[in-house]
C-alpha cells in the first residue's frame, strides 16, 4: 500500500476500524474461552450442555422451554441439547403431571455426577479466562456484561 492509502481507505470507511469495535473483541474473547473450556471441561461437556447441566442441578425438573430461557438459547438449539444429554444419559424426559404435552426434563444421578466433578473445572476455566485482570476488574467487566445482555 501507498503511503497515506490507508488513510484514504479508512476515512471511506467512516472511520470504521474493525479492531476499535466490541463485537470484534467479544468474538475474539468468546474464541478464547471456548478454547479454555473445551481444553478444561469433563465428559466433553459442551458450553451449552454444561449450561443445561448446571441449571438443572440448581432447579430440578424444567420444562423444555424454561431450561431454554433460563439458559438464554432459543427453543430449536435447547432442543437439540436435551437431545444430546438424553443420548448420553445425563437427562431425563418425563411427561408433565399438569400438561401432557409438555416434557419435564431431569438431571440424572449420571448428569448429577458430571456436575458434581464439572463444577470445579468450571470455576477453573474462568479463572484462566479473565486470568489478565485484578480482581477489581473482574467483577467490572462481569457488571458490564450483565448490562449489556
Not at 501507498?2 to 475474539?28: I, K, N, T, W
Not at 478464547?32 to 448446571?54: C, D, K, N, S
Not at 484462566?128 to 485484578?134: D, F, G, I, S
Amino acid at each position: 500500500m501507498m503511503p497515506g492509502e490507508a488513510a484514504e481507505r479508512l476515512s471511506a470507511l467512516g472511520g470504521y476500524r474493525l479492531e476499535d469495535q466490541v463485537g470484534f473483541h467479544l468474538r475474539r474473547t468468546g474464541q478464547r474461552h471456548a478454547a479454555i473450556f473445551a481444553e478444561r471441561m469433563v465428559e466433553g461437556l459442551t458450553p451449552t450442555q454444561w449450561a443445561a447441566l448446571a441449571k438443572l442441578a440448581e432447579f430440578g425438573a424444567l420444562s423444555q422451554n424454561l431450561l431454554g430461557r433460563e439458559t438464554a438459547m432459543d427453543a430449536a438449539t435447547i432442543k437439540g441439547v436435551v437431545d444430546r444429554l438424553l443420548k448420553r444419559g445425563f437427562v431425563t424426559a418425563t411427561p408433565d403431571p399438569g400438561d401432557a404435552r409438555r416434557m419435564l426434563i431431569s438431571i440424572s444421578a449420571q448428569g448429577l455426577a458430571a456436575v458434581e466433578q464439572g463444577a470445579a473445572a468450571a470455576l477453573a476455566i474462568t479463572a484462566e479466562t479473565l486470568k489478565p485482570l485484578n480482581t477489581a476488574e473482574r467483577r467490572l467487566l462481569l457488571d458490564l456484561l450483565r448490562r449489556l445482555a
